[in-house]
C-alpha cells in the first residue's frame, strides 16, 4: 500500500487529486493539506512513501518544502504538481521523482502511481542504517567491514557519482555549492548548473535511501554537509587502526595485515578524479610506510617470506615503481633465493625499458653487480655474501 500526502493550496485542486488517488488501488491517502507547513509537519511526522506537491503556493514554493523535507527524510518521494509545463520541467531536474500537469489526468496519474510502485528499496545495506563505504581501489558499499560481497548501487548519472566521492572525502566540512559548480558544471550557467546541482543531490540521497544507508547530507546558505552518522568509511577505519598499533607483538602484527587488507588499491584509483590525487598520493606514502614498518619487523624476526608477500602486493598494485623490484631484490637474497633475485632483477630492467625507456637506478646497479660478484666469489669458495641486509 503506497501511503500518499497531498498538498495543495486550492481546495478544488486538492479534492479533485483525492477523488482520481481513491480510485487507484494500492493507495492510502494519510493526509491533504491545504496550509504547507502543516503539511510539512505531517510529512516530517508520518513519513509517507510519496507526496503530491503543488510548486506555485502562495505562502512557500513548493520546492522548498521538497527540500526541508528530503533533507530529514531522503527517502520520502516527491511528485510535483502544477498548471505550468515549463516549471514543471524545470522542477523535474531539480529533485522530483515525476511530476504532472493541472488539470491532472487519470490516466497520467496512474501512470506516476505505477513508477512509484516500483521505487521500492531493493538490496538494503542494514537494517539499522549502517555499513560501510569504500574508497580503496573505486567506490563500493558493503553491509560490514569484514564481508567479502559488494553491494550493487545504481548510479543515476556520474556527476552524482562523483560529486557524492567529493562529498565524502570532505566529510563533515560544509562544502561551498558554488565550488561544486565550478568542479562539476564549469560550462553551464548558474541557473543551469544550481539545477544540475540539486538533481544530483537529489538522486544521491535516494541512491542511499534505496540500500538503507544513514548517510546524511544536509544543505545549508551556501554550502553541503555530509555525516556518516554510523556508517564507516574504509580509510577511516584503515588509518584509524593502522595508527593505533605498535608493531612491537607479533599479535599487533596480526593486527595489522588484517587491516592492511582494506587497502585494495590507490585511494578512489579506477575513478580517476584529478581532485583526489593528493589524498591519494597521501593514502599511498602512508601505506608504503606501514609496509615498510611491517617488513623490519619480519626481518628482524627472520621471517622473509613473509616480508616478500608484502612486497609482492606492493609490486602488484604499483609494477611500474622500481622501489619494489630493488626491496625485492634484497629480501630474496636474505631468503638465499638467487634465482629470484635474478628474475626480479631482469622484469626490473624490461619495465624501465618499456615504460620509460631507461636503465635501473645507478645505486641499484651497483647492488646487483656488487651482488653477482659475490655470488661467483661464493661458487667459487673465495669468500662469503656480504649483501645480505637491507
Same mark, same amino acid.
Given at each position: 500500500?503506497?501511503?500518499?500526502?497531498?498538498?495543495?493550496?486550492?481546495?478544488?485542486?486538492?479534492?479533485?487529486?483525492? *477523488?482520481?488517488?481513491?480510485?487507484?488501488?494500492? %493507495?492510502?491517502? %494519510?493526509?491533504?493539506?491545504?496550509?504547507?507547513?502543516? +503539511?510539512?509537519?505531517?510529512?516530517?511526522?508520518?513519513?509517507?512513501?510519496?507526496?503530491f506537491l503543488d510548486i506555485?503556493?502562495?505562502?512557500?514554493?513548493?520546492?522548498?518544502?521538497?527540500?526541508?523535507?528530503?533533507? =530529514?527524510?531522503?527517502?520520502?518521494?516527491?511528485?510535483?504538481?502544477? +498548471?505550468?509545463?515549463?516549471?514543471?520541467?524545470?522542477?523535474?531536474? !531539480?529533485?522530483?521523482?515525476?511530476?504532472?500537469?493541472?488539470?491532472?489526468?487519470?490516466? /497520467?496519474?496512474?501512470?506516476?502511481?505505477? #513508477?512509484?510502485?516500483?521505487?521500492?528499496?531493493?538490496?538494503?545495506?542494514? =537494517?539499522?542504517?549502517?555499513?560501510?563505504?569504500?574508497?580503496?581501489?573505486?567506490?563500493?558499499?558493503?553491509?560490514?567491514?569484514?564481508?567479502?560481497?559488494?553491494?550493487?548501487?545504481?548510479?543515476?548519472? =556520474?556527476?552524482?557519482?562523483?560529486?557524492?566521492?567529493?562529498?565524502?572525502? *570532505?566529510?563533515?566540512?560544509?562544502?561551498?555549492?558554488? !565550488?561544486?559548480?565550478?568542479?562539476?558544471?564549469?560550462?553551464?550557467?548558474?541557473?543551469?548548473?544550481?539545477?544540475?546541482?540539486?538533481?544530483?543531490?537529489?538522486?544521491?540521497? /535516494?541512491?542511499?535511501?534505496?540500500?538503507?544507508?544513514?548517510?546524511?547530507?544536509? =544543505?545549508?546558505?551556501?554550502?553541503? %554537509?555530509?555525516?556518516?552518522?554510523? $556508517?564507516?568509511?574504509?580509510?577511516?577505519?584503515?588509518?584509524?587502526?593502522? +595508527?593505533?598499533?605498535?608493531?612491537?607483538?607479533?599479535?599487533?602484527? $596480526?593486527?595489522?595485515?588484517?587491516?592492511?587488507?582494506?587497502?585494495?588499491?590507490?585511494?578512489? +584509483?579506477?575513478?580517476?578524479?584529478?581532485?583526489?590525487?593528493?589524498?591519494?598520493? #597521501?593514502? #599511498? !606514502?602512508?601505506?608504503?610506510?606501514?609496509?615498510?614498518?611491517?617488513?623490519?619487523?619480519?626481518?628482524?624476526?627472520?621471517?622473509?617470506?613473509?616480508?616478500?608477500?608484502?612486497?609482492?602486493? $606492493?609490486?602488484?598494485?604499483?609494477?611500474? $615503481?622500481?622501489?619494489?623490484?630493488?626491496?625485492?631484490?634484497?629480501?630474496?637474497?636474505?631468503?638465499?633465493?638467487? *634465482?629470484s633475485v635474478e628474475q626480479?632483477?631482469? *622484469?626490473? #630492467?624490461?619495465?624501465?625499458?618499456?615504460?620509460?625507456?631507461?636503465?635501473?637506478?645507478?645505486?641499484?646497479?651497483?647492488?646487483?653487480?656488487?651482488?653477482?660478484?659475490?655470488?661467483?666469489?661464493?661458487?667459487?669458495?673465495?669468500? @662469503? @655474501?656480504?649483501c645480505r641486509s637491507l
Amino acid at each position: 500500500m503506497l501511503r500518499v500526502i497531498l498538498v495543495d493550496d486550492e481546495a478544488l485542486a486538492l479534492e479533485h487529486m483525492e *477523488h482520481l488517488l481513491v480510485k487507484i488501488s494500492g %493507495v492510502e491517502i %494519510v493526509g491533504k493539506f491545504q496550509n504547507p507547513f502543516r +503539511a510539512l509537519e505531517a510529512s516530517l511526522r508520518e513519513r509517507p512513501d510519496v507526496i503530491f506537491l503543488d510548486i506555485d503556493m502562495l505562502e512557500i514554493n513548493g520546492i522548498e518544502i521538497a527540500e526541508q523535507i528530503q533533507s =530529514s527524510y531522503p527517502e520520502i518521494l516527491v511528485v510535483f504538481v502544477t +498548471a505550468y509545463d515549463e516549471y514543471a520541467v524545470k522542477a523535474f531536474e !531539480i529533485n522530483a521523482m515525476d511530476y504532472v500537469i493541472k488539470p491532472v489526468q487519470r490516466t /497520467r496519474l496512474a501512470e506516476t502511481v505505477r #513508477r512509484l510502485k516500483k521505487r521500492v528499496p531493493s538490496q538494503a545495506i542494514s =537494517s539499522d542504517g549502517s555499513g560501510i563505504i569504500c574508497c580503496f581501489q573505486t567506490l563500493q558499499f558493503k553491509r560490514s567491514m569484514w564481508d567479502s560481497e559488494f553491494v550493487d548501487v545504481y548510479w543515476r548519472t =556520474s556527476k552524482a557519482r562523483e560529486l557524492f566521492s567529493f562529498l565524502i572525502q *570532505h566529510r563533515g566540512r560544509p562544502v561551498r555549492k558554488d !565550488i561544486l559548480l565550478d568542479m562539476l558544471w564549469p560550462e553551464v550557467d548558474d541557473k543551469k548548473g544550481y539545477a544540475q546541482l540539486y538533481a544530483a543531490i537529489y538522486q544521491i540521497r /535516494r541512491t542511499l535511501s534505496a540500500i538503507q544507508m544513514n548517510i546524511t547530507i544536509s =544543505s545549508l546558505d551556501h554550502s553541503y %554537509v555530509l555525516e556518516l552518522n554510523e $556508517v564507516k568509511l574504509d580509510v577511516d577505519e584503515w588509518q584509524n587502526g593502522m +595508527a593505533a598499533l605498535t608493531s612491537g607483538s607479533d599479535e599487533n602484527v $596480526v593486527k595489522h595485515q588484517n587491516l592492511m587488507t582494506l587497502y585494495r588499491g590507490d585511494y578512489l +584509483a579506477e575513478e580517476g578524479y584529478l581532485w583526489a590525487e593528493s589524498e591519494r598520493e #597521501r593514502l #599511498r !606514502i602512508l601505506w608504503l610506510h606501514y609496509i615498510n614498518m611491517m617488513t623490519d619487523h619480519f626481518v628482524s624476526n627472520g621471517k622473509y617470506t613473509e616480508a616478500i608477500l608484502l612486497y609482492r602486493r $606492493v609490486q602488484v598494485l604499483h609494477p611500474y $615503481v622500481d622501489s619494489s623490484y630493488f626491496m625485492l631484490m634484497k629480501l630474496y637474497d636474505l631468503l638465499g633465493d638467487h *634465482h629470484s633475485v635474478e628474475q626480479q632483477y631482469k *622484469h626490473l #630492467r624490461n619495465m624501465l625499458k618499456e615504460e620509460y625507456d631507461m636503465k635501473p637506478k645507478p645505486t641499484i646497479e651497483k647492488w646487483y653487480e656488487k651482488w653477482k660478484s659475490e655470488m661467483n666469489r661464493h661458487k667459487n669458495g673465495d669468500g @662469503n @655474501n656480504e649483501c645480505r641486509s637491507l
